[in-house]
């Protein structure tokens, strides 16, 4: 039996850093991983949301059932060098944990609007430093048999900004993580920097993160600033003029809006360059027909030889 009450109709936009969304059916803030796991093992489909950051959910909505993990914000000490963190702890909170017991490898997650969920979902990184480095053990509740399973880092297989966890299959609960004795000033220094350089370089609109996995070793902002991409619009959304692998809300975009962006800028990138950028934001909700169809065009990984029936109609005079 589901012991929490669920909030009805709640608007998913404040949930999304992008704040695009429409009405969430029924939202769920579980405060602990037993009313996590109690919660999921009560329901057959539900969808995770954390901070929102690189997610971009249907200007339609989310029907169903949403767990919402922001109250999973637990921090504990398990070593003289161990933290536990729960799945909703913002990495700003995290990063100031390890800092104040003077920690280091947790420093590039200062600037990061995300959750330590995601972030070892996609091995989320900065500074040179990636979530992989520090991971030592994940809980995850396993969709399918409905059963928390731990994994060690070498089960995560981590890759640059991916790892074997799947959403629709996988749903972390909490991460223990090693970090090795620093020194604080310098900690301190490394972080300020990193809220600098982000301050400076990076758009303060609503926002989904990077929209693009860097194709290394070139990056995705300097390939789309170099094709002028920072002067493109659709709708009610624009790419950043600070950042061109950033799609910013200028008030009133939407899903759509900025999925035909993000089609316009891979389309582009591979017509100058012959390189298929891939999607680090995801989508997810009461998508549209058209939303599947440009969705299903940013999944593809290959776009050479495609036919120019499955170009967006918007798109076909770059091909």
């Not at 926002?207 to 070139?218: A, I, T």
């Not at 009461?286 to 918007?314: C, H, K, M, N």
């Amino acid at each position: 039996m589901i012991a929490l009450r669920a909030q009805e109709s709640l608007s998913a936009a404040p949930y999304s850093t992008y704040r695009i969304g429409g009405p969430i059916d029924r939202a769920y803030f579980p405060c602990s991983m037993n009313e996590a796991v109690d919660l999921l093992k009560g329901l057959d489909a539900v969808t995770v949301l954390g901070w929102g950051s690189n997610s971009l959910i249907a200007s339609r909505g989310i029907r169903g059932d949403v767990l919402i993990t922001r109250k999973m914000d637990w921090v504990e000490s398990v070593s003289s060098t161990g933290l536990i963190f729960g799945a909703g702890v913002h990495l700003a909170k995290s990063a100031a944990a390890a800092q104040k017991v003077s920690l280091h490898g947790a420093e590039y997650m200062i600037g990061i609007p995300g959750t330590m969920g995601g972030a070892v979902r996609m091995n989320a990184g900065a500074l040179g430093q990636e979530t992989a480095q520090v991971v030592q053990r994940v809980w995850v509740f396993e969709r399918e048999s409905k059963t928390v399973q731990v994994w060690s880092a070498n089960e995560c297989q981590f890759q640059y900004r991916h790892s074997a966890l799947e959403p629709n299959k996988h749903i972390v609960l909490q991460v223990e993580c090693e970090f090795a004795p620093g020194n604080l000033a310098e900690i301190t220094q490394m972080m300020e920097g990193s809220i600098a350089f982000r301050k400076a370089h990076h758009p303060t609109e609503p926002n989904g993160g990077s929209v693009f996995k860097n194709p290394k070793p070139e990056t995705a902002g300097a390939l789309l600033d170099e094709m002028g991409a920072k002067s493109w619009t659709e709708g009610g959304v624009r790419v950043s003029p600070m950042h061109a692998n950033f799609i910013v809300n200028t008030g009133e975009g939407t899903s759509t809006d900025v999925l035909r962006l993000m089609v316009r800028m891979k389309a582009s990138v591979f017509e100058r360059h012959g390189l298929t950028l891939q999607p680090e934001n995801i989508l997810m909700g009461d998508i549209t027909e058209e939303e599947a169809r440009l969705w299903s065009y940013l999944q593809r990984r290959d776009l050479s030889g495609i036919d120019v029936s499955e170009v967006p109609e918007f798109l076909r005079g770059l091909f």
